[in-house]
């Protein structure tokens, strides 16, 4: 039922049309009485004798009704009784117009505000779907362009918290190799653990597990949870969680906890995000993909460690950076003593296996800043930035020292034993140039190869030592 409201002096004539209509109304003499029910009202009537549309508490109820339709009630006038249109949703009548013509106009104000409506919600409806366009082509952008999955997924919690007005947005995804679910990114407050109640990660491993989107409206009210986030207590008021799926699998999970404002997330929150789930697989996926590609263009397939095309890029790097900061760059290239033999006697798988376990032991024994690269075949060349000629042929000799007492395979049942050769050679000491450091400390090794193995051979100052 329309109610209708009647803003000051009596207007009986005109009550007494409106009443056989159906219509609820209510009367206000004073406009400030109304203002604590205006959002109750689908039609506001006022009589503007005696100066009242010029009060303050009429200009706010004004304010306050919005696109609540409106009619001004002017006094009687010589002209013929009949209304006109001022602007949208307001008229203006006479107090003297008939009860039929009174029914007609507050007829066609309410298909009026029909349309009105409809036509609001089309406009909102339209450029929602302008931001949604909007928000696709910009990860779309970020996902062809040269960004890793890590800047992808930064981006893709950003747009979402802007778009949601969550106050924070997490991705977690699912290790492939372990299936456990690991926080890939984050937009918000760093969370820190006070009560174990139920903490940010507890509910998405709940929606990775069941696969079914969750909507928690208040979830302190349901868990008593509190967190605290840098120096202040927070609660996790309401949260949304939406499985990231492709082909049924789960790639991982959607997480949205609290809004700024305080408000709850909605019914209609949760399908909007899961609107944007397929899209967000999609991302994840070629993301994913895409990492994996720049993984297998500077790695090894064998060994997982860098090949020789990063291995030059590096190369050219440190130089730069030696030339700036006027320190060393060293290079060891190494060679596994009579390879060849352990393919003959046991296989090249086993001989594959010992490369990746040869890769591997190198990386224990190195510093994280150095870079170990797969050469080819059984060389490995070691990059060690801002290293000094006397101190790479330490780290060499040290080395190979380590391959000398390791046991290689051990797990597999053959326990073999294995030496190298090294060649060592560092810029600007030895080397002019990339190509040059190269050249001498792969010379370097094959010294040592064709004379005794299992040794270091350095090149210093054009010097051999």
């Known amino acids: 039922m329309h109610r209708i409201f009647l803003i000051g002096a009596a207007l009986p004539p005109l009550e007494t049309a409106i009443s056989p209509k159906g219509y609820s109304i209510s009367r206000f003499e004073d406009p400030a009485l109304a203002l604590p029910e205006i959002s109750r009202a689908s039609l506001i009537i006022i009589n503007t004798r005696n100066g009242q549309a010029r009060t303050e508490p009429l200009k706010k109820l004004l304010l306050l009704a919005g696109d609540v339709p409106k009619i001004f009630v002017s006094a009687a006038s010589r002209q013929k009784p009949g209304f006109s249109r001022k602007k949208a949703l307001t008229y203006a009548a006479d107090e003297r117009l008939p009860a039929r013509e009174l029914g007609l106009l507050i007829r066609r104000i309410n298909e009026e505000k029909r349309l009105y409506d409809e036509n609001r919600a089309f406009r909102e409806q339209n450029q929602s779907l302008r931001n949604e366009l909007r928000f696709f082509e910009e990860l779309s952008r970020a996902l062809t362009s040269s960004a890793g999955k890590t800047d992808v997924l930064q981006l893709l919690t950003k747009k979402i918290k802007e778009k949601t007005g969550a106050e924070n947005c997490t991705i977690y995804l699912v290790d492939e190799q372990t299936g456990s679910l690991t926080m890939e990114k984050t937009d918000g407050p760093i969370w820190k653990k006070e009560k174990s ?109 860098f090949n020789t095309r990063y291995m030059t890029r590096t190369i050219g790097t440190e130089l730069l950076r030696s030339n700036r900061y006027n320190t060393s760059v060293s290079l060891i290239f190494m060679d596994i003593d009579h390879f060849k033999a352990v393919n003959d006697t046991h296989g090249h798988l086993i001989g594959s296996k ?36 006397q101190k790479a042929v330490k780290t060499a000799e040290r080395i190979r020292q380590t391959v000398q007492d390791h046991v290689f395979l051990r797990k597999e049942g053959y326990s073999l034993k294995l030496t190298a050769s090294f060649g060592v050679a560092s810029y600007p000491e030895s080397a002019n140039s990339q190509e040059e450091l190269i050249r001498l400390a792969d010379e370097a090794m094959y010294k040592v190869k064709h004379r005794t193995r299992n040794g270091v051979y350095a090149i210093i100052d054009h010097v051999s030592v």
């Open 354 to 389: 010992l490369l990746v376990e040869m890769g591997q032991l190198l990386l224990r024994h190195l510093r994280e800043l150095d870079i170990v690269t797969r050469y080819g075949g059984d060389e490995f060349v070691i990059i060690l930035p801002q290293t000094p000629p």
């Open 197 to 305: 109640a139920m903490p940010p990660g507890v509910i998405a491993a709940r929606v990775a597990r069941e696969g079914k989107p969750l909507l928690i409206g208040n979830m302190y009210k349901e868990t008593g949870f509190t967190l605290k986030i840098r120096d202040f207590r927070h609660r996790i008021n309401t949260a949304i969680c939406v499985p990231v799926k492709s082909k049924g699998k789960i790639l991982g999970v959607l997480e949205l906890i609290n809004r700024p404002s305080g408000g709850e997330f909605t019914r209609k929150d949760l399908v909007s995000m899961t609107r944007f789930t397929d899209y967000v697989a999609i991302i994840v996926e070629r993301a994913t993909l895409y990492e994996k590609m720049q993984e297998l263009v500077v790695t090894d397939d064998l060994t997982k460690l």
